[in-house]
Nanobody, 125 residues
Framework: QVQLVESGGGLVQTGGSLTLSCAAS????????MGWFRRAPGKERAFVAA???????YYSDSVKGRFITSRDNAKNTMSLQMNSLKPEDTAVYYC???????????????????WGQGTQVTVSS
């Protein structure tokens, strides 16, 4: 079992930057696919970014070129660097983990088995 805790959310103006962190405990994440999802007000949870155990990344079209996700297996953490933020990025952001037998990118919500509590990101217009 792995427990995840997000941090780094806050209020930022349009065009600004913010970096979120996901700290894992209970197990190392070296063999886990990791991902970021967000839930905007009144909306379903949506995919944002994913990173395989070996570091391969994949992004949703809405954040591609603006967000960068990375992982540090030695520190058991994952991060999401968000740049050029837009009001549409306002949401609660969650990190997620899925143990994998091989390195792969996981982008489907239902495939993830472990979730953090979420951290609020608000982008003012």
């Amino acid at each position: 079992q792995v427990q995840l805790v997000e941090s780094g959310g806050g209020l930022v103006q349009t065009g600004g930057s913010l970096t979120l962190s996901c700290a894992a405990s209970g197990s190392t994440i070296s063999a886990y696919a990791m991902g970021w999802f967000r839930r905007a007000p009144g909306k379903e949870r949506a995919f944002v970014a994913a990173i395989s155990s070996s570091g391969t990344t994949y992004y949703s079209d809405s954040v591609k070129g603006r967000f960068i996700t990375s992982r540090d297996n030695a520190k058991n953490t994952m991060s999401l660097q968000m740049n050029s933020l837009k009001p549409e990025d306002t949401a609660v952001y969650y990190c997620a983990a899925r143990f994998t037998g091989y390195s792969r990118v996981v982008v489907t919500t239902d495939e993830y088995t472990n979730w953090g509590q979420g951290t609020q990101v608000t982008v003012s217009s």
